[in-house]
């Protein structure tokens, strides 16, 4: 495992960091793949502004909806970091049971008719090239 | 490439479920996918019954948001029919040109972090188990 | 696109490889994977030699069942010149068109529940440990 | 982790799929899998009738052959809970440890020989078209 | 496809990124790439900001390391696009043929070895944790 | 799990792999990876054959870039086995923290664009074919 840096060992750069994902999500909670990414500076500092950009910016989707998207993304991955915050995160904003159980539904007939078509191997209709 | 089943060369319970997609979808039109999916029966009804009932049916989700979650898994996994089809889907469902560029970024960012958590190999916090 | 290198272009021990490829399957065709290896020598050996021992040797599993299983990873992965060629070997070792609709619905599933077992964040009974 | 719904908390709809699961393979054990999809009653029916009939029903495949079908998708995404259960139930069903070995030995080969397919470039001959 | 966006039809904000790509690389070419992000400026300018600091800008790995870095994971995601630009790019910052075929030797081995460690479940050694 | 195979338990032709990964790597540990793999010895010889050539032998490419090729795929897949056991090795000839930093970046990025260039139906440009 990567060693988690904690605020109080964290240099002013890191800091500044997690100040502003504090101030920016209104908790005193830093999460581990923050203080996993603080190990390497530049990839903290690229990394939070997309998310706080992509995730928590002005845009045409629903915040909500982004994190249902990110989870799609996660559980199609198999990434159990990223399906467990992000699952916490969608609820967080909204997302109801029953929303979980077909986002979850719709994940896996992706999933499926995705090898079916290719291994049926399926040309592209004329009309959606 | 799999041979396509057309209309007039199809046998009744194929005919069956192309004429439910037309109904269903208010169209003449049969895409490859089913016309692929044809040469096995089973495989064409038990798609085309989850297709219409989780893409189309009553649901917690938006019909449009649906869409998006399908176009997350398919782009992750790189299924250049899903995509075409699904996005035209998305679009006929009024995603605009804004949102699908957001949904973009959104695949992308997820796509990148999940590779960041796997290789900074970081444990889920105890509060997101 | 990789140059392909006919067996007259070859070097000597290109064409040995190509020798044994069509003295092993009685042909005297050698698909675009083997010409366009043969640009490195040693992966056209390697790969060669394994796949005549893995797909061609002895063993305990049927040669037909062996094409089934490439089959089910090369359409996970989506490779589409491997689910063109292996489809075509399965079908010469016999596997019927019911078989391969089959084939294609339980890779189908199994793509599905894998994702299933993520989003839901199942831990394996104890008993299957 | 998702909650997993014991028996005797069960609505009656999730009993009568416990109750055709425990008939079907004649045991009294409900894996967990299907206690975590009973969070989502219509997901858990819709997916047990399909693993039913595509993993046990009639087909043209061999059962333990679908095992191994189901292995080599599960191996490729890296589903852990999926590659213990159906290991466990390929050996059930009669695979020597000899076809284990060979099967994970058809299954690596395929995932390399995937990537070099795809990292040469190489196009699909005219007559697997 | 989505339309590409050439410089003359393109808005200041586009342009300006173009000017810096051509600037930057010293060529007048455009890649398609670039065009096609250019229907979301927004992604554009995120993207190209990344590949220029990540692929072209100082650091601790060699440019041509870089993009070999960059085939492994294209190779292994099997996007066409990546693998033909990053090659194309590797080979036009030194990597020689000899190099190619051991690179996409050792990508095949990863993805083959990567299964055999999922497919055996082994646990990871205590001092590699 | 996998039993693991312990050199006293070891049959000959086993004790003969091990006994050349420990005078090849200069070491008395043997991975679990290989312990696993000797439960079928036609495995553990042709996986550490191909092991010690391409990640060990002489080559075009630098033993400690292969690693990081290695981890690069690894880290896609999501193979956590495969990502702590060869980021200790990338570690052990000379990877730098900063070098491991910028691997992880570009492993994102490429991870991220790949899904671009997917997402976009970007047709690779005329010089690039």
Redesign the interface.
Known sequence: ??PLIEYDQASPEVRAVYDDIMATRQTD?I???WK??A??P??LQ??WA??KE??GGP???DPM??E??????????????????H??AARAKGM??????????????????????????????E???
Chains 1, 2, 3, 4, 5, 6 share one sequence.
């Not at 559980?75 to 399906?83: L, P, W």
């Not at 029953?98 to 209709?125: H, K, Q, S």
């Open positions: 495992m990567t909670y999460n581990n793949m996993a990414l190990n390497h530049p990839s690229r990394t997309r998310v992509l995730m845009g045409a989707i909806v982004r249902m998207i990110y989870i799609a993304v996660s559980v199609t991955n198999n990434c159990s970091y990223c399906i467990a915050t699952t916490a109801s049971e029953e929303a979980f159980g077909e986002l979850m539904a719709i994940i896996g007939l992706a999933n499926e008719t995705n090898r079916l078509a290719n291994g049926y191997r399926i040309e592209v209709d009309r959606y090239r």
